[in-house]
């Protein structure tokens, strides 16, 4: 038998996790697991922590019911991913449903190990939140 000990939900992909005492599952995963990742500007290719040992002291924080399943559109209009690191304000970001924040972002070429793929990106405030912190110039993309 397969038992579950703990159960983390990863918002950024590279970053800390939030642990969950329970999550739903819709058909693509958890709720907001991995549907952002910190890109590099010039190539559009994903960083993790081996390359930028810092990304693992990005802290996320969601409001409870986005965690629950909870249709973007129950959601509250002012919900947002918060990120938290050392000496940094917090960054929010807008939790917007995914076909929306798609429409009116620009869109960026990116590269997951071996995938490439579109994503939205979540725009300059975000984008220099990362690049002040991590030292390198990146992008957060959806």
């Not at 397969?2 to 590279?14: A, F, M």
């Not at 965690?67 to 917090?90: C, I, R």
Request: charged share 20%; proline share 8%.
């Amino acid at each position: 038998m397969t038992v579950i000990k703990q159960l983390n939900v990863y918002p950024v992909k590279g970053c800390k996790g939030i642990a969950v005492p329970s999550a739903a599952c819709t058909p693509t995963g958890l709720p907001y697991d991995r549907h952002w990742m910190v890109v590099l500007e010039d190539n559009g290719k994903f960083v993790t922590q081996r390359q930028v040992a810092k990304l693992c002291q990005v802290t996320p924080s969601l409001p409870p019911e986005a965690l629950t399943g909870v249709e973007f559109a129950k959601l509250p209009s002012d919900s947002v991913l918060v990120l938290s690191a050392p000496d940094m304000q917090p960054l929010k970001v807008p939790l917007t449903d995914p076909a929306a924040a798609v429409e009116k972002a620009k869109i960026k070429r990116v590269n997951l190990w071996e995938w490439t793929g579109l994503a939205a990106d979540e725009g300059n405030e975000a984008a220099q939140w990362f690049s002040r912190y991590l030292g390198k110039t990146v992008r957060l993309v959806r």
